[in-house]
């Protein structure tokens, strides 16, 4: 960790899921991720960008480097540290949506707080204040099922911005959606980043690729800055 | 630390999985509420013949001796010697004795009914005692008193009652037996340890003599002993009715033949309790086969929680909780169940309602433990699944 606003960094991080046969996901890749940085990951379907998204994430361990948040070795932390660590940092959206389709909107998005250890009465506020931030207070009590495809991905991001992270690991938020909610989930993304959050996203539209700080290109799990 | 979930929000999450697959989890609630209503409805009928049982000895006591001749070899029985109820009479211990005599006498409810019709029921010659001892009581009517001896009057055992179709004394009823007619003048209730004294007709001694020549050798013998000493009792009786030939005097305690029955419906209910615990044992197989297929299809949910910081403990929980909740639903509409089971057999069976509180406890414990072991191993799978693998879209 050289540079003092360095929040995320990979030394050298290699991912061989065990086979047969053995594939090398991600090869030798070191990256470092700035503080407040807007950064999209790009690649080939199979390039290894969704496993580099889940490393930086601690959904996925690494077979062999160092991942490094806010200057701690996390290759060295238990599983329930790591939980604790997503839990408080890390916030996830993916391109299905992942929404629990038994529970309202406000009600999955409170969830988020759940494993934080929010009273039920406080996730509820919680949840209400950041559903209102994305623009979907009068959808708080409408079953995924009820909802647009931009709109439960808009439940995904308040799910994820409840837990107040530091960082935002998106992967392919836009890929599920049309054109015009695709653009608004990315222009509330940049807002986001704007109010202090970094956010890292994976994206195949070279049009939202533009409106990042920096690209990372991924090939054949190489990373190439 | 990482705070741990409370006891309100585990419960809520757990309660979420079972919501969300309603239809599924009331089926696979039923096999646990099939085992524990078929052990809750076992146990209930047994505890209530229990409850009846201990109630008839209460009212009838445990110190009544029946004592009579043992049957030859080819169902012949001989008689007691003559004196005999003196020789009982003189017996330290023994409060209160009386005798019957069998007859082989016909009754009908009238002459137009043949005399192939008539059989099954007793005329039994009786002294007034009999009732007293026996502890029984009338329906209505009178028994055969002093001074009722010498007429052709009859008292009607309760199955013999319903038998000759004689509900009740409110017109004046008359039977035939062999080809006497005796008015019907009173009806006893049932008694639970005589049921040859149910089926039986009694008239008195005089009558017997003077109509049928029968005479006043008793057949049976009862008698009530000193609580204390009823065992000692039962030791000298036959020796003293029959001191030549005791082996030729069957004694025996009307309560020991209830009490051998009921360990025989105890070891029925034990072959019913090995049938519902295997109603159980597929209940806990079937929620373990529905919580493992969950755990495959819930494999987003549990990607999705754990990348919002839920534990591997924490994901074990909620799917432990999930099937001991199945579980203990199974139970508790099993234990209701049973005991609708046990309230309606009693009814039917006219016995008294019982069913422990422990045993409803117990079950529902049963059913929970039950959910816990069945829960395990999926849980325990649930917690291993990798948070990247479950969220790769």
Redesign the interface.
């Known amino acids: 960790m050289n540079k003092s606003n360095t929040v995320i960094s990979l030394q050298s991080v290699s991912k061989t899921y065990e086979g047969p046969p053995p594939v090398r996901a991600i090869n030798k890749v070191s990256i470092e991720i700035q503080d407040k940085e807007f950064v999209a990951i790009v690649g080939e379907s199979g390039s290894g960008k969704?496993?580099l998204l889940?490393i930086i994430?601690l959904?996925?361990g690494v077979s062999g480097g160092k991942v490094y948040i806010d200057g701690e070795d996390t290759t060295k932390l238990s599983?329930?540290e790591l939980?604790?660590l997503?839990?408080?940092k890390?916030g996830?959206i993916?391109?299905?949506f992942?929404l629990?389709?038994?529970?309202t909107a406000l009600e999955n998005v409170a969830?988020?707080l759940?494993?934080?250890?929010v009273?039920?009465k406080g996730r509820l506020e919680e949840a209400t204040k950041v559903l209102k931030q994305v623009g979907l207070e009068d959808r708080m009590g409408h079953l995924p099922k009820e909802l647009s495809g931009g709109q439960q991905q808009r439940v995904a991001i308040a799910?994820a911005l409840v837990?107040n992270p530091s960082y935002i690991l998106a992967?392919e938020p836009t890929g599920n959606l049309d054109r015009e909610s695709g653009l608004n989930i990315l222009r509330i993304l940049k807002e986001l980043n704007k109010e202090g959050k970094t956010v890292i996203m994976i994206t195949h539209n070279k049009e939202h690729a533009k409106a990042f700080d920096r690209t990372i290109t991924l090939t054949d799990g190489e990373a190439f800055l | 630390m990482k705070k741990k979930l409370s006891l309100l929000d585990i419960y809520s999450v757990a309660v979420y999985g079972i919501k969300s697959r309603k239809g599924r989890s009331i089926m696979t609630s039923i096999g646990i509420g099939i085992g524990i209503a078929a052990i809750v409805a076992v146990i209930g009928i047994s505890a209530s013949g229990k409850a009846d049982l201990i109630a008839t000895l209460e009212s009838l006591g445990t110190n009544l001796i029946k004592a009579s001749p043992t049957s030859g070899f080819f169902g012949t029985q001989d008689d007691l010697p003559e004196g005999v109820l003196g020789m009982v009479e003189r017996i330290g211990p023994v409060e209160e004795v009386t005798s019957t005599s069998q007859t082989n006498l016909l009754v009908r409810r009238s002459n137009f009914i043949s005399e192939l019709e008539g059989g099954g029921i007793s005329v039994i010659v009786t002294n007034p005692e009999l009732l007293d001892v026996v502890g029984g009581s009338l329906v209505e009517g009178r028994f055969i008193e002093t001074g009722l001896s010498n007429l052709p009057v009859a008292t009607l055992g309760s199955v013999t009652a319903k038998r000759l179709g004689i509900n009740n004394l409110d017109i004046a009823t008359k039977i035939l037996i062999n080809n006497e007619w005796f008015g019907v003048i009173g009806i006893v209730e049932k008694l639970s340890i005589h049921p040859d004294l149910d089926r039986s007709v009694f008239i008195g001694y005089s009558v017997a003599k003077e109509l049928f020549d029968i005479d006043s050798e008793p057949s049976t013998i009862y008698l009530r002993a000193n609580p204390t000493y009823v065992e000692d009792v039962v030791d000298v009786l036959a020796p003293t009715m029959n001191p030549e030939n005791p082996d030729q005097v069957e004694v025996s305690r009307p309560s020991d033949a209830l009490e051998a029955q009921q360990a025989a419906e105890d070891a029925f209910t034990s072959l019913l309790l090995g049938l519902g615990s295997v109603a159980l044992l597929v209940g806990g197989v079937a929620i373990a086969n529905v919580m493992v297929m969950s755990v495959l299809e819930r494999r987003m949910e549990i990607g999705v929680r754990r990348s919002i910081g839920a534990t591997r403990s924490e994901i074990r929980t909620q799917f432990l909780l999930e099937s001991v909740l199945l579980a203990g639903f199974g139970g508790l509409v099993g234990v209701l169940l049973g005991a609708g089971i046990t309230i309606i057999y009693t009814r039917y069976a006219d016995i008294i309602f019982s069913i422990p509180v422990w045993q409803v406890f117990g079950a529902i414990v049963l059913a929970l433990v039950i959910g816990a072991l069945a829960g395990l191993y999926p849980a325990i799978r649930a917690s291993k699944v990798q948070p990247a693998e479950a969220v790769r879209s």
């Open positions: 969704t496993t889940n994430g959904l996925d599983d329930d939980s604790k997503r839990g408080e890390i996830f993916f391109q299905s992942f629990l389709p038994g529970l969830e988020g759940l494993y934080q250890g009273d039920r799910r837990q992967d």
